[in-house]
């Protein structure tokens, strides 16, 4: 916000330099980002009086006028307005002056004519809105004097935080001026002289959205003269960032930033039947608004209208049907509070964002609807000679008492780390205006506002009730009655403390096991990528089945729920939460492959949600994903080039599963799945520590998804602490002090087991002395059927306190054999 010190200074005494406020104000929490001196680029810009005025020798349009600019210096300049006279006081640009815009004024010959430089209009100065004829100063102005020793003035830019909607006006920032120094606050004089009919009976209202419009109120202006604004008022707007306008538009915003207060002017011959309808926009309708663009309204939108129409978007932009221009004769000024949420939405929807909707977003004193009308009639009034009708429109005439909020010094002075004393804190708070008295019963103490309050009960001798001002409406707690008395008395009046307790000497990090997978897949070649979580509804539904495509662990939260749709979706493609990660991860393989890159090898560690109906809660767990296709390792002079294959995708899961100390998975085939291709993807799961579901993409989803890759692997993986964990510590074992012993068993099974269930048969019986299992070789052809396959598994036996025999090895191998045939039919090939 854009605050001007010389309209401050209307409201309080400031005697600090520009940079002595700036820093007290950034104290307060009020952050000024900057300080500009305003005017500062009129040079050589000075006050001079009109001597004569005469019409130019050889041009019709143009006039030859002597010009007394001080120190007895007179000066011809040729001027073409028509505003101009002898005895007037205007502004002068010497030669060699320098304008806004970097526009330079010389001394310059006009139609034969030597002219010494330039009257200035009010447009060429950026002090008033006037293009047409020169700037008329007062007539007492003092000759000589520099333009900007008269309108300088030096302007704050001051950052107001989300929370103090209060103090994004001139008033309000005196407040906190105030509280800095102790300067007394002066409210604007309110001044009104009402006349003729009530406004009751020349304009009604009707709010049929109370939840959404807390208070409108209304007030008739009759006998308005549209033209320009006072040049003072120009000048202020101007400095504070605002286009002048006209007196009666200039009025409503010379209000919004004297009182933090959005107010809008409908010219009354634009009003049906004089009535304002608050209510939501109907499906179909439209509205041309001020910046004269027409837009589609949905019954997402507030407007207020007339019985025919809607006449503006509530909060957000007027319409150019009701708008004021130089034939309005009658005024309707409507000053509303309305729901902060509901008119960021509204902007966001429509991209537009003004002062107006600023301010309504951070939030509106109730109050303010009244004293704003009240206000602005008055400025029209003053400035366009127009007609207050007695009374007003209001939907809620009644102000509410302003609230009470206990506190205890003593939790305060715990918070804050200080010792200050009952009667400082409540000096401290009095200068905010926020008047304390001793509680005289005993009360209930807040120390948690929405969406859960929480109080808890304090004696009588304990607390302090605090009268809160009705503009503070981010005062709510306990805890905000403590940041009031650290942020007035000084954030560097605090003490600092150090911990007197013992810090822990090692603290896990709870993101390790997620950094240990992240690592481990970067390591193996594989490229990281964040998606968004909002996903298109076809990606949902295509990636949402009935089953999840990998079960939850136990003690994860479970994978269940309805998707969950954003209620204001930037786009339709970003609308849903995603319940899997693959959809997302497809989409960056279709963006590079579009993109000629065909070698692909991407994963991501993400969040899934669903809404359990049934509970009422939102379900969250976390899953990691990957995506492969084209080549895993490039041709060269000496290789071929290999392809990403299904086994790829099982070694990167059983690489994750070494690193973080989990069992080796064992697999299983997977079927009836609508995402996986039939006959080639695996389930893994791993000892209640990892669960996977590793394949290629179905050939019909590839195809509907328009992906030009042959195959496309993808992999989903629930893993124990990936949601927060850390990795079990390593444990090592000493070297053996024996030697090991392998053996190589092909054993020949129908192509219908799977290596998976030939591991576990092994394993199951292997006895105490095996060590380890390796499948390192599939065979298939002469001299075997076409029904049947060989395995070869290396054997690793050990013992840790001796060197084992053959006999030892022999006896392991026959319970091996005799189990395989048992349990999946094999035998031993030879």
Known sequence: MRVPLNWL???????????????RLTILGMEVKGIEAWGADWRSVVVGELLTVEKHPRADRLSLTTVRVGDGQVLEIVCGATNIAPGQRVPVALPGAVLPGGRRIERAEKMGVVSNGMLCSGDELNLTSDADGILILPPGTPLGMELTALYGDTVLDVDVKPNRGDALSLVGLAREVSTATGAPVRFPEMRLAEAGSATAERVSIRVDEPELCRRFVARWLSNVHVGPSPDTVQVRLQAAGMRPISNVVDASNYVMLELGKPTHTFDAAGVEGHELIVRRARAGERLETLDHVQRDLTADDLVVADPSRALAIA????????????????????????????VRRTGQRYALRSEASLRFEKGQELRLARIGADRVAGLIADWAGATVAPGRADSAPSEPEPRRLAFR??????????????????????????????????????????????????????????TVPSWRADIEIESDMAEEVARIRGYE????????????????????????????????????????????????????????????????????????RAKNALSADHAILRQELIGSLLEVVGLNQAQGRDD?????????????????????????????????????????????????AKGLVELIATRLGFLAPTWSALSDSAVF???????????????????????????????RAERVIIATVAVRGLAGGSPPAVKVRPIPRFPAV??????????????????????????????????????????????????????????EDRTLTDSEIDAALAAITTALATDVGGRIRT
């Open 409 to 466: 010094p003593a939790r305060i002075n715990r918070l804050l780390g200080t010792s200050l004393g009952v009667d400082e804190q409540r000096s401290i708070l009095e200068r905010a205006g926020i008047a304390t008295t001793p509680a005289s019963e005993p009360v209930a103490i807040t120390i948690a506002g929405e969406p859960k309050p929480l109080s808890v009960p304090s004696p009588a001798t304990d607390a302090i009730l605090a």
């Open 742 to 799: 392998e053996r190589d068993l092909a054993v020949v099974v129908n192509r219908s087991r799977t290596a998976g269930e030939v591991e576990r048969s092994i394993r199951a019986a292997r006895g105490a002395l095996l060590d380890d299992v390796r499948l390192f070789d599939i065979y298939r052809g002469q001299p075997l059927s076409a029904d049947e396959q060989s395995l070869a598994y290396r054997l690793t036996f050990q013992a």
């Open 600 to 648: 692909i090898a991407i994963f991501e560690v993400g969040k899934g949600y669903g809404f359990d109906e049934t509970a009422g809660v939102v379900h969250e767990w976390w899953r990691l994903g990957l995506a492969l296709t084209g080549a895993s390792r490039t041709a060269a002079w000496n290789r071929p080039a290999q392809a990403w294959a299904l086994d790829d």
């Open 677 to 707: 291709h039939p006959g080639r993807s695996a389930a893994g799961a791993s000892a209640g520590a990892l669960r996977a579901s590793v394949g290629e993409l179905h050939p019909a989803l590839r195809d509907s998804l328009d992906l």
């Open 493 to 564: 009046e605090i003490p600092p403390i150090l911990p007197d307790t013992e810090m822990p000497r090692y603290l896990p990090s709870p993101l390790a096991a997620r950094v240990l997978v992240r690592e481990t897949l970067v390591g193996a070649g594989v490229t990281e990528v964040v998606t968004p979580a909002l996903v298109s509804p076809r990606m949902v539904e295509t990636f949402a089945p009935a089953e999840r495509l990998v079960e939850p662990l136990a003690g994860d939260d479970p994978a269940t729920g309805r998707p969950i």
């Open 315 to 342: 909060g957000i932009m007027g319409g150019a049907a009701s708008e004021v221009s130089e034939r309005t004769a009658e005024v309707i000024v409507e000053s509303a509070i309305f729901d902060p949420v509901f």
């Open 9 to 23: 200074g209307d409201y309080v005494d400031v005697e600090l330099t520009p940079e002595q406020l700036a820093e």
